[in-house]
């Protein structure tokens, strides 16, 4: 039965040192599979509207990626720190040679104390019953996740934002290339009539070479903002993760743009719906928490205890685990600094600090909000204004444009003032297209200020 008992014994340690052995192998196969399925999400896109650049930019910005990645850190970390609330198991493991016994004089006889070889191997296990760390945690764990959760939302709606306003002002380039492009043709016919007129005899060189230097400069302009714009659509492809190697393209629709460019400018801001907000009253409360924390900190630390021992003595070290004596016992803990030096007390203070800093940073946030709602729907009206007028003046020019063009092929009116119905027609367009753009970008401000952006 003895026999039994010991070779059951040494299996068991064997199969324990096995899985100690081995446990970190699991570990790492798991953290490599892992690994292994974390992908990219680039891609390309053929035309893309602006929701469908904005849907891109959330998965691919590097900004986004890596809020995203802290909140799964976050997660683990409030997981890791909840693990201590269960029962820690343990295992240790002891084989030991004396080549010299410890000999100590008993009744003046010398003794020695001790066999040859030894060995041992311990399970403990402990429980926390009392531990302000673990209970921090865990009142804690759901503010500090939505705080993760919150940040990605606020990096998304300035991430939102600034891929609108840079969206915007490759639309406003590209239209200054197209309206050139459209001078160029006229300029290009009224060249041709000049030369007509001046080989004809009608008129002289002047009308034909102010022809040409309008070509010129409308072609050096488009030239210029041909240039710019891939500047900005390298901006644009940064904001949003694209592939540098990768042409992007966008597409878009001028009537529905109009359509949507009007916002209700009678709501008023709301200062709950700003992320901004929300994120510091989701820190007001980790402030409380942590208040609350170094408050314990004068309460004990209790936790029970327990061990269950296996030790093997015997001079020889073949039959070392032939004889066990084995030892357990279970103890219950408390722990209380008495003095630390006013540590605690600095602590508290620290932490209350710190709160009433927060709660002056929610009312410095709820000043700005009706400053900069009002700031915002100031620039929104003012460039609305602008794109009302500049859309009269476009139909005007036009007008004027099409009436001087026809007295001029009739010898009424000269060629100067026709460049001149040209060049007001030209930055008419160019102008109304930009108060567009500027109403759109301005209305994102609105939405931002209204807190009415939610990614």
């Known amino acids: 039965m003895n026999c039994y008992y010991n070779a059951k014994t040494i299996r068991l340690l064997a199969l324990s040192i096995t899985l100690l052995l081995l446990s970190p192998l699991f570990a790492a196969a798991q953290f490599k599979v892992i690994t292994a399925t974390e992908g990219t999400e680039q891609g390309s896109i053929s035309n893309g509207t602006l929701e469908e650049i904005i849907q891109y930019a959330m998965k691919n910005q590097p900004l986004i990626r890596q809020s995203v990645i802290d909140e799964r850190i976050t997660e683990n970390t409030v997981k890791t720190k909840l693990a201590d609330w269960y029962p820690q198991i343990n295992f240790n493991y002891n084989l030991q040679h004396n080549f010299l016994i410890q000999t100590s004089i008993i009744a003046g006889n010398p003794v020695k104390l001790g066999v040859n070889n030894t060995s041992a191997a311990q399970f403990t296990l402990s429980q926390a019953i009392f531990n302000r760390d673990v209970l921090l945690a865990k009142r804690t764990r759901g503010d500090v996740q939505l705080q993760a959760s919150q940040t990605t939302t606020a990096n998304k709606v300035d991430l939102a934002v600034n891929v609108s306003k840079a969206f915007y002002d490759v639309l406003a380039t590209s239209q200054q290339i197209y309206v050139s492009q459209e001078d160029i043709v006229r300029l290009e016919r009224s060249l041709q009539d000049a030369k007509n007129q001046y080989k004809s005899g009608?008129?002289?060189?002047?009308?034909?070479?102010?022809?040409?230097?309008?070509?010129?400069?409308?072609?050096?302009?488009?030239?210029?903002?041909?240039?710019?714009?891939?500047?900005?659509?390298?901006?644009?492809?940064?904001?949003?993760?694209?592939?540098?190697e990768k042409e992007l393209k966008i597409s878009y629709d001028s009537l529905q743009m109009e359509r949507e460019m009007l916002i209700d400018t009678i709501q008023g801001p709301d200062v709950n719906s700003r992320i901004e907000y929300q994120l510091l009253t989701t820190q007001k409360r980790l402030q409380e928490s942590n208040l609350s924390y170094n408050k314990m900190s004068f309460l004990p630390t209790i936790a029970a205890n327990g061990a269950y021992n296996l030790n093997y003595q015997n001079n020889k070290f073949g039959d070392l685990y032939y004889n066990n004596y084995p030892q357990?016992?279970?103890?219950?803990?408390?722990?209380?600094?008495?003095?630390?030096?006013?540590?605690?007390?600095?602590?508290?203070?620290?932490?209350?600090?710190?709160?009433?800093?927060?709660?002056?940073?929610?009312?410095?946030?709820?000043?700005?909000?009706?400053?900069?709602?009002?700031n915002a729907l100031g620039y929104y009206k003012g460039s609305l204004a602008t794109l009302l007028a500049q859309k009269d003046n476009v139909d005007l020019a036009k007008?004027?444009?099409?009436?001087?063009?026809?007295?001029?092929?009739?010898?009424?009116?000269?060629?100067?003032?026709?460049?001149?119905?040209?060049?007001?027609?030209?930055?008419?367009?160019?102008?109304?297209?930009?108060?567009?753009?500027?109403?759109?970008?301005?209305?994102?401000?609105?939405?931002?200020?209204?807190?009415?952006?939610?990614?």
């Open 202 to 244: 009608v008129t002289d060189k002047i009308d034909y070479k102010r022809a040409m230097i309008s070509l010129n400069n409308t072609k050096a302009s488009k030239k210029s903002n041909e240039d710019i714009l891939k500047g900005k659509l390298e901006y644009l492809k940064s904001l949003m993760g694209y592939p540098v």
């Open 399 to 455: 007008e004027v444009y099409d009436v001087i063009q026809l007295q001029y092929k009739s010898g009424i009116k000269t060629y100067l003032e026709v460049i001149t119905s040209e060049t007001d027609l030209r930055l008419a367009r160019i102008n109304y297209y930009n108060a567009l753009y500027q109403v759109l970008a301005n209305k994102i401000d609105v939405q931002k200020a209204l807190g009415q952006l939610n990614y």
């Open 328 to 374: 357990s016992f279970a103890t219950v803990t408390l722990s209380l600094p008495l003095f630390q030096g006013g540590k605690r007390k600095y602590n508290i203070n620290s932490a209350e600090w710190q709160l009433k800093r927060t709660n002056l940073d929610i009312t410095n946030l709820k000043n700005n909000v009706n400053s900069e709602y009002a």
